[in-house]
């Protein structure tokens, strides 16, 4: 049996020494190993390669990230995000629909207040109330040719949001009565709504502003009884 230098590969003969006379390096000769070391060293290699193979097949078994990338995966994708968009626009849909139960109150008490403060315009450049028959309250929107009347005070009026009209009365101390009937829709109850009375204080700042309906709206029709005249 000859040797080879496991370095440089020099051949050392038969004889083996402790070191290598071409390159110096020692060397060591492999012991003989008893049948329970190499049994032990079979098992430590069988046990490397299990975990070996166990590893790779973990591997193997991931998904591969490209696969997210496919036109199945994307449709699929893109169905499933307009399902939910779809759903969410339905929920805010109906939500915005729902009723809102303060709203109606707030919008009666809303037009209560520009009624008083008509009312109030209109008592100062006529002189009075208006008398709540035969005409009531449409005497702040149309003409009935009463001195000192240069209205409209309001473009129209409008029944309240439980689709009653605003009652209008003068009492007996010629205070005015202005109110709506609320939801339950009879006067004199404990939902009835009023105006704010200072609304129908309107004081004189905005008179320096105000003039004629006709100069006012230009083009607006304003009803008379007899005629109706367009302003220029």
Known sequence: MRYRCPYCHADLGENKPSACPSCGKQMRAASARTPEEQ???RRARYRIHRDALAGLAKI???PDPRALYG???LLGAVIVLACLGSLLIGL???????????IPHRRAL????????ALGRYRFHVGRWPLPQPHGLLRLCNDYRERGWIGPYISHLRADPWQNPYRYGLNDDGTVALFSMGPDGIANTADDLRPDPAAF???TEWTNGWVRATDRLPGVRIYTPDRATTSP
Do not use: F, K, N, Q
């Open 92 to 102: 805010t849909d109906r939500r915005s629909r729902a009723p809102d139960p303060g």
């Open 60 to 62: 193997r078994a991931a």
């Open 71 to 73: 036109p199945r995966v």
């Open 201 to 203: 204080d309107v004081g």
């Open 39 to 41: 049994r032990t060293r």
């Open 110 to 117: 809303r037009e209560l207040d520009v009624l008083a403060t």
